[in-house]
């Protein structure tokens, strides 16, 4: 008889601790959550998730920064139409960036994909609820630019 394997809390707690006394060298253990309310706080203590962040839907500003990193843009005359089309919607940054580079050869293509994937509802796209649109709003017009006005790599600014 085949039995299945179980994570259990007290398992993965000993395995993370376990993790940081096996060597004095320092270990970076990434945990992703779209329920965070669900875990445990003694998985969520100081000492084993000392760093929370959220990873919120793409906003205009971090799809400038999705741009210029995947497509060398900092530009283009379908920038309103993308602002317009992404400002209510839930789509995840890496959704962005996948179908920007589907037609990296061709910006405007690439550009043109995405409106398209925006304007339709998918599995990749859904109207934000109520509270996160406001809080979008709040948000929309701050991106991390340059001296030179264009924008900062996602890992220069932080942003995504």
Known sequence: MVQACRVTLSGLLNFTDGLWSCC???RIIIFTT???????GALLRSGRMDMHIHMSWC?????????????????HPLFPEVEKAIFDKAIT??????LLLKKKR??????EGLIQVLL??????SELPAAEN??????????????????????????C
């Open 106 to 111: 061709d910006s405007t293509a690439a550009l």
């Open 34 to 40: 779209n329920h965070i309310e669900k875990l445990d």
């Open 134 to 159: 406001f809080q979008q709003q709040e948000k929309h017009d701050t991106v991390s630019v340059t001296a030179d006005g264009s924008p900062l790599a996602a890992h220069e600014s932080g942003a």
């Open 93 to 98: 940054p890496a959704d962005v960036s996948e």
């Open 24 to 26: 004095g060298s320092e």
């Open 59 to 75: 906003t205009f500003p971090a799809f400038q920064i999705l741009a210029y990193n995947n497509l060398g843009l900092e530009t």
């Open 120 to 125: 339709q509802e998918t599995q990749l796209v």
